[in-house]
């Protein structure tokens, strides 16, 4: 027989078709590919081949088979003949469609995901058999087993996480069965037998039973809820319910209304109980160990005998809460709210509860001040104490491990067996201290003020050792230095200076680290005070050179002009200020013309420093070399040029410096080449150009200047024309040999 919910008879219409449609599909399948059936051995079960993943043993004859423990996914097993079969512990996620497990040992399989539409399985042992997610109904079942929304259910099954909301399981006798997180909002519990059932994680609300279910010890129907130890009850209506002396330890409960109920001796011992409202309810002689009360509201509650030890109360609400009997040892607080009652002894500073046990790991207490207070065993460890005042506070046996205790006040505190390691005690106060049995490792000691009333920085390492007296002392070393060469580093020179001390340097008053910002010979210098304001000196010598030699060219000049025969003689000079002249620069001479004249550049280079440094680059000087000039034979200086001459001859001769003309092939090939011009320039007009011939007869360069018509008339308007050559270089205007002119002025008559 089967029971289901009016929301699963839909769903049984909807998993019908799609199992019809399966059907159909698997039945196209097998007209074009029989199923291949293993074999069986008929005395061990021993199945050949085994099965495998996409295997179709459809209609295949598995009587006796022993499949104990396989996992068979994603198989066709449909109308499977798998009588007195072992399928223990087995996973068969597979199409189980009409199979029949008549005698089958079922005991332990997992049918999560599998379809069992029409699996026969009444005289089957399913006992511990899990389903979830499974679709179709089966056949039948044992007597005492129901299919419920698709969830095989009865005495041993295991439906974990089970969605069973809204689910009629009244009568069912699920006394051993495991419903571990299973889902059973709104279900009837009518006379269901749950005696023995695990319960773990169950979630539960709106449940209706008109007869009372049995359900496991220690567990309790209230208000719509199975309430015990370890159930789902996040956000649960308890108000005013009856829940004294239950055991709900590690129970959810937080957002649970929890307004006036009766929890009296309740053992809530590691539940989360977070933002859970306990307004007005009866705590007393409850446990709530370990438990988790953040942002939970306790304001009215009852507390007397509640154990609270290492609970956590972060962001809770407190105001107007009674824990002047409550067991706080250990608790765990910060961002508390409201005003409380404490016991005696006990403060609220900054949101977290302090007194004796407490555990303020982490906390905010900068300025906390609390004179002569009980904090033994009391746990600070990591915590901010900055500016704290503990005057004779009673701190045995705490622990302040890796605590800021910065200009915090402790004097006449008793630190017997209280551990400080790694604490910072920058500015202390520890005079008059009981430190009996005090574990100091690895704290910071600077300006602290120590138990005899001495400074830590006055000792070699705090408060318990020897006098510092001796002040720093260095070890220079280089860090970069570049090359030394003939005794001179050619590089800036950094110095790390080293410095030890007996006791502690004072970083910031130390000079760590040197560099020479200069050359020559130079002496570094520093200096290092200890943190018991002993200050030591050092210095260290040395030779730096990084400058490089300056090298000009000498002789000739970039950029200037010089005539053929007067050409100075290039030459290299070599300075070297700081270390000296180690090899001097060398020059050497390129040209790319021809015949002694043309561009010509003159290169310096190979200088090197005693310290070892080249100089950067090659210097160079580019001059061009060419011919002179011999003066105009026409037209002469001052010369008047008649207003209506159509032309003008310019006759003249390029010589060397010596004033000897150039030979006449030179010339020649200096006019066919276009090398030699004249230009015409004054007021009112252009420029005008004219290339020059070469004259054999005359053996002059001759021009034949084109006037133009708007020249002006008169010896106040001056022309002049400029001769100019080009040996490779560009035109320019031929330099003077002799007391000849170039340019020649000349004006025009009226």
């Given at each position: 027989m089967?029971?289901?919910?009016?929301?699963?008879r839909?769903?049984?219409?909807s998993?019908?078709?799609?199992?019809?449609?399966?059907?159909?599909?698997?039945g196209?399948?097998?007209?074009?590919?029989?199923?291949?059936?293993?074999?069986?051995?008929?005395?061990?079960?021993?199945?050949?081949?085994?099965?495998?993943?996409?295997a179709?043993?459809?209609g295949?004859?598995?009587t006796?088979?022993?499949l104990v423990?396989f996992?068979?996914?994603?198989?066709?097993?449909?109308?499977a003949?798998?009588?007195?079969?072992?399928l223990?512990g087995?996973?068969?996620?597979?199409?189980?469609?009409?199979?029949?497990?008549?005698?089958?040992?079922?005991?332990g399989?997992?049918l999560t995901?599998?379809?069992?539409?029409?699996a026969?399985m009444?005289t089957?042992?399913?006992?511990?058999?899990?389903?979830f997610?499974?679709?179709?109904i089966?056949?039948?079942l044992?007597?005492?087993w129901?299919?419920?929304?698709?969830t095989?259910?009865?005495?041993?099954?295991r439906?974990?996480?089970?969605?069973?909301?809204?689910?009629?399981?009244s009568?069912?006798?699920l006394?051993?069965?495991?419903l571990?997180?299973?889902?059973?909002?709104?279900?009837?519990?009518?006379g269901?037998?749950?005696?023995q059932?695990?319960?773990?994680g169950?979630e539960?609300g709106r449940?209706?039973?008109?007869?009372?279910?049995?359900l496991?010890?220690?567990w309790v129907?209230?208000k719509g809820?199975?309430?015990?130890s370890?159930?789902y009850?996040?956000?649960?209506?308890?108000?005013n319910a009856?829940?004294a002396?239950?055991?709900l330890?590690?129970?959810n409960?937080a957002?649970a209304?929890?307004?006036?109920a009766?929890?009296?001796g309740?053992d809530?011992?590691s539940?989360?109980?977070?933002?859970?409202?306990?307004?007005?309810?009866?705590?007393s002689?409850?446990?709530a160990?370990?438990?988790?009360?953040?942002e939970?509201?306790?304001g009215?509650?009852?507390?007397?005998?509640?154990?609270?030890?290492a609970?956590?109360?972060k962001?809770?609400?407190?105001g107007?809460?009674?824990?002047?009997?409550?067991?706080?040892t250990?608790?765990v607080t910060?961002?508390v709210i409201?005003?409380p009652?404490?016991?005696?002894?006990?403060a609220l500073?900054?949101?977290y509860l302090?007194?004796p046990?407490a555990?303020l790991?982490g906390a905010?207490?900068?300025?906390?001040s609390?004179?002569?207070a009980?904090?033994?065993?009391?746990?600070?460890s990591?915590a901010?104490?900055?500016d704290?005042?503990?005057?004779?506070?009673?701190?045995?046996?705490?622990?302040l491990?890796?605590?800021?205790?910065?200009s915090?006040?402790?004097?006449s505190?008793?630190?017997?067996?209280?551990?400080l390691?790694?604490?910072?005690?920058?500015g202390t106060?520890?005079?008059?201290?009981t430190?009996t049995?005090a574990d100091?490792?690895?704290v910071?000691?600077?300006d602290?003020?120590c138990?005899?009333?001495?400074n830590?920085?006055?000792?070699?390492?705090?408060?318990?050792s020897?006098?510092?007296?001796a002040?720093?002392?260095?070890s220079?070393s280089?860090?970069?230095?570049g090359t030394?060469?003939?005794?001179?580093?050619?590089a800036?020179?950094?110095?790390?200076w080293?410095?030890?001390d007996?006791?502690?340097?004072?970083p910031?008053?130390?000079?760590?680290?040197?560099?020479?910002t200069?050359?020559?010979?130079?002496?570094?210098t520093?200096?290092?005070?200890?943190?018991a304001g002993?200050?030591?000196?050092a210095?260290d010598?040395?030779?730096?050179d990084v400058?490089?030699?300056?090298?000009?060219?000498?002789?000739?000049?970039s950029?200037?002009?010089y005539?053929?025969?007067?050409?100075?003689?290039?030459g290299?000079?070599?300075?070297?200020?700081?270390?000296?002249v180690?090899?001097?620069?060398?020059?050497s001479?390129?040209?790319?013309g021809?015949?002694g004249?043309?561009?010509?550049?003159?290169?310096c280079?190979?200088?090197?420093?005693v310290?070892?440094?080249?100089?950067?680059?090659?210097v160079q000087?580019?001059?061009?070399v060419?011919y002179g000039?011999?003066?105009?034979?026409t037209?002469?200086p001052?010369?008047t040029?008649?207003?209506?001459?159509?032309?003008?001859?310019?006759?003249?001769?390029?010589?060397?410096?010596?004033?000897?003309?150039?030979?006449?092939?030179?010339?020649?090939?200096?006019?066919?080449?276009?090398d030699?011009?004249?230009i015409?320039?004054g007021?009112?007009?252009h420029?005008?150009t004219?290339?020059?011939?070469?004259s054999?007869?005359?053996?002059?360069?001759t021009?034949?200047?084109?006037v133009?018509?708007?020249?002006?008339a008169?010896?106040?308007?001056?022309y002049?024309?400029t001769?100019?050559?080009?040996?490779?270089?560009?035109?320019?205007?031929?330099?003077?040999?002799?007391?000849s002119?170039?340019?020649?002025?000349i004006?025009?008559?009226?």
């Amino acid at each position: 027989m089967t029971v289901r919910s009016s929301r699963a008879r839909a769903l049984v219409a909807s998993v019908s078709l799609i199992a019809g449609l399966l059907a159909f599909g698997a039945g196209i399948s097998s007209a074009s590919a029989a199923p291949t059936c293993p074999t069986v051995d008929p005395s061990t079960g021993a199945v050949s081949p085994p099965p495998s993943t996409d295997a179709d043993w459809s209609g295949c004859d598995l009587t006796g088979a022993n499949l104990v423990f396989f996992t068979l996914n994603d198989m066709n097993l449909s109308g499977a003949n798998l009588s007195n079969a072992k399928l223990m512990g087995a996973k068969v996620s597979s199409n189980l469609t009409d199979a029949d497990f008549s005698g089958a040992n079922m005991s332990g399989i997992d049918l999560t995901a599998a379809n069992i539409t029409g699996a026969i399985m009444a005289t089957a042992t399913i006992s511990g058999i899990r389903t979830f997610n499974t679709t179709g109904i089966p056949a039948s079942l044992p007597s005492g087993w129901k299919d419920i929304d698709f969830t095989i259910l009865g005495p041993t099954a295991r439906p974990l996480d089970a969605i069973l909301s809204g689910a009629d399981l009244s009568g069912l006798d699920l006394d051993q069965a495991d419903l571990s997180g299973a889902n059973l909002h709104g279900t009837n519990l009518s006379g269901t037998d749950l005696g023995q059932a695990t319960l773990s994680g169950v979630e539960s609300g709106r449940i209706t039973a008109t007869v009372k279910p049995l359900l496991p010890s220690g567990w309790v129907l209230k208000k719509g809820y199975v309430v015990g130890s370890g159930a789902y009850l996040n956000g649960a209506n308890l108000s005013n319910a009856n829940l004294a002396g239950l055991d709900l330890s590690s129970t959810n409960l937080a957002a649970a209304d929890l307004n006036s109920a009766n929890l009296t001796g309740t053992d809530m011992d590691s539940s989360d109980l977070s933002q859970a409202d306990f307004t007005n309810a009866n705590l007393s002689n409850g446990s709530a160990k370990n438990a988790n009360l953040s942002e939970s509201t306790l304001g009215g509650a009852t507390t007397i005998g509640l154990n609270l030890t290492a609970a956590t109360l972060k962001g809770a609400n407190l105001g107007g809460a009674d824990l002047d009997g409550a067991t706080l040892t250990s608790i765990v607080t910060g961002s508390v709210i409201g005003t409380p009652v404490l016991p005696n002894g006990w403060a609220l500073f900054n949101g977290y509860l302090v007194g004796p046990s407490a555990n303020l790991s982490g906390a905010d207490l900068m300025g906390l001040s609390l004179a002569s207070a009980n904090l033994s065993a009391t746990n600070f460890s990591q915590a901010d104490l900055e500016d704290a005042s503990l005057v004779s506070a009673n701190l045995t046996g705490a622990m302040l491990g890796s605590t800021d205790l910065t200009s915090a006040n402790l004097s006449s505190a008793d630190l017997t067996n209280t551990s400080l390691a790694n604490a910072n005690l920058t500015g202390t106060n520890l005079r008059h201290d009981t430190v009996t049995g005090a574990d100091f490792t690895g704290v910071t000691w600077s300006d602290t003020r120590c138990p005899d009333g001495s400074n830590s920085n006055a000792h070699d390492s705090g408060c318990f050792s020897a006098l510092d007296t001796a002040p720093p002392v260095a070890s220079p070393s280089l860090l970069s230095a570049g090359t030394q060469v003939n005794g001179w580093f050619n590089a800036p020179v950094t110095v790390s200076w080293g410095w030890t001390d007996d006791g502690q340097i004072n970083p910031a008053k130390c000079t760590h680290f040197s560099t020479t910002t200069s050359s020559g010979s130079i002496t570094l210098t520093a200096s290092c005070t200890d943190i018991a304001g002993r200050t030591g000196t050092a210095s260290d010598s040395m030779k730096v050179d990084v400058t490089t030699p300056a090298v000009t060219v000498t002789g000739v000049r970039s950029g200037r002009h010089y005539i053929v025969g007067a050409v100075p003689a290039a030459g290299c000079r070599t300075t070297e200020t700081i270390s000296g002249v180690e090899t001097e620069a060398t020059v050497s001479v390129t040209t790319g013309g021809s015949g002694g004249v043309g561009p010509f550049t003159a290169t310096c280079a190979g200088a090197v420093s005693v310290a070892g440094l080249a100089q950067p680059g090659p210097v160079q000087a580019r001059y061009t070399v060419g011919y002179g000039f011999g003066g105009f034979s026409t037209p002469r200086p001052g010369s008047t040029i008649p207003h209506s001459a159509r032309r003008i001859t310019a006759a003249f001769r390029l010589v060397t410096a010596s004033d000897k003309a150039i030979s006449g092939g030179t010339a020649s090939n200096l006019a066919w080449a276009h090398d030699v011009r004249v230009i015409l320039r004054g007021p009112g007009i252009h420029p005008v150009t004219t290339y020059c011939a070469w004259s054999r007869r005359h053996s002059t360069f001759t021009c034949s200047i084109k006037v133009p018509a708007n020249v002006h008339a008169g010896p106040a308007n001056k022309y002049t024309i400029t001769a100019q050559e080009d040996v490779g270089t560009g035109f320019y205007a031929v330099s003077l040999v002799g007391h000849s002119a170039n340019p020649v002025i000349i004006h025009f008559g009226n």
